[in-house]
């Protein structure tokens, strides 16, 4: 009898310096199927991952492909055999042609010199066929999308696998119709029988896409499941060890008037190419939400605001005073702080430790003529990796080491130690796990309590509505609008993106 399986791994053991990622971790994979791997970041998924590709050895365990055991050395011994894997950061060469991209390293060849036709006709051919990509093969890779990238990412994996490909966070870039043309190929490459490994924290596409389910917590093996067989919470619950309370009954402005007083204001703010003029006010202790598509200009107004970039009119006041001149460090200067959406490219220092990347934005505050001493950095450091519960063995360790949430969770206690009066979140719980996301909503939350006040970015709309006590809705680089109360609904601030001007009882601009 032939088995369904193309991947068992059992008892998946592999050990860091002073972590154990795996503990006798299990996880199948049948052919035309898709199966969803869950978990907190710092669960272990990433390194199961690494270990199916190759990039790191099990310690010990045992690996079945298509029900012959297995050992594999190296990422590309895990193509030879057949598994593919695209991940997050499209690790592709953005001054090569896409059809460079999906055959470096296999170009076609004639007489000795690559078939430059026919390597176009084949990448063309792909992507078409494939994925109904209907693209220009011959253009660098930088002149597409992140969406298309993502494709071309795609692409090559599939032309190089043989039956198992793992997609590791995909989605996290993609607008809503990229997610089901995505969605639309997997569908298709599962039919002809393709293993999917899936590896996602929306939940709502987990659920829409996935056959089965496991679920990793603190690197050990909680469970498998049929998705259809297993409730939303129950999920939520098996991935962080408690029960789950929904966090959009954690709002705090029904706990706390918001001060009208004006922290920050901009008056006819504007840059070319970046935001059309308009008026911004931040109250002090307010939550204050920038909302819009992508493109509408929410992380633009940010950076105007942070310095890091210059408007070309317009003004900013802060506590009624004109702002002269503003930069990152004047901002840092006068308690402004920022996590970006990039943590990978423009928050963490990769190279540095926990300890070195949290004391950064004080160091900066301070001047580097006023060093900060080794113990008073060490109790800093001590200080936010307990108050916001950073999984490490210590401070010490490289921050690359850490998982995607525990990195947010670093930046975050950078700009904490500068003790700010105002801090700008950008997609601060992007691509991070559902009980990092429930930890970081509670401490913007508590920071509001405690007056300060924060600028919020989020394409998920209703976490834009659980944490903001009002919300500035931005569309095509312009302000169409402000919602508070009641009325701040996803539906009405869809309904604002969509028309472009107010509703009934919206705030006026």
Known sequence: MVSDYLIRAEGINKVFPGVKALSDVYFTLKKGEIHSLMGENGAGKSTLIKVLTGVHKMDNGSLFFKEEKININSPQ??????????????????????????????????????????????????????LNIDI???????AYSTAIQQMVAIARAVDMSSGVLILDEPTSSLDKNEVNQLFKVMRVLKEEGMGIIFVSHFLEQVYEISDRITVLRNG????????????????????IGREWEESSNQKHKSEKQ????????????????????????????????????????RTELAKLIFGIDKPDQGVLYLNNEKIRSLNPKSAIERGFSFCPEDRKVEGIINDLTIRENIILGLQTKKGLLKYIPMKEQEKIANKYIELLRIKTPSMEQRIDNLSGG??????????????????ILDEPTRGIDVGSKQEIRQLIFDLAKEGITILFISAELEE?????????????????????????????????????????EAIPS
């Open 406 to 423: 525990n990195q947010q969770k670093v930046i975050l206690a950078r700009w904490l130690a500068t003790n700010p009066t105002l801090l």
């Open 258 to 297: 918001t001060s009208a007083e004006v922290l920050l204001s901009g008056k006819n703010l504007a840059r070319k190419g970046s935001i059309l003029p308009l008026d911004i006010e931040l109250r002090k202790g307010e939550v204050l939400g920038l909302a819009g598509l992508l493109g509408s200009g």
């Open 220 to 239: 050990h093996y909680i469970g498998e499941y049929q998705t259809k067989e297993l409730p939303r919470k129950d999920l939520v619950s098996k991935m």
């Open 136 to 142: 220009d093969v011959t253009k660098v890779l930088s």
């Open 77 to 130: 011994d895990a193509q030879n055999k057949g598994i593919s894997a695209v991940y997050q950061e499209v690790n592709l060469c953005e001054n090569l042609s896409v059809a460079e991209n999906i055959f470096i390293g296999r170009e076609p060849m004639r007489n000795g010199k690559i078939n430059w036709k026919q390597m176009n006709v084949s990448a063309e051919q792909l992507l078409f066929t494939r």
């Open 464 to 504: 834009t509505v659980a944490c903001c006590d009002r919300v500035i809705i931005l569309r095509d680089r312009n302000k169409v609008g402000e919602l508070q109360g009641e009325i701040m609904t996803e539906s009405n601030i869809m309904d604002m993106i969509a028309k472009g001007d107010e509703i009934d």
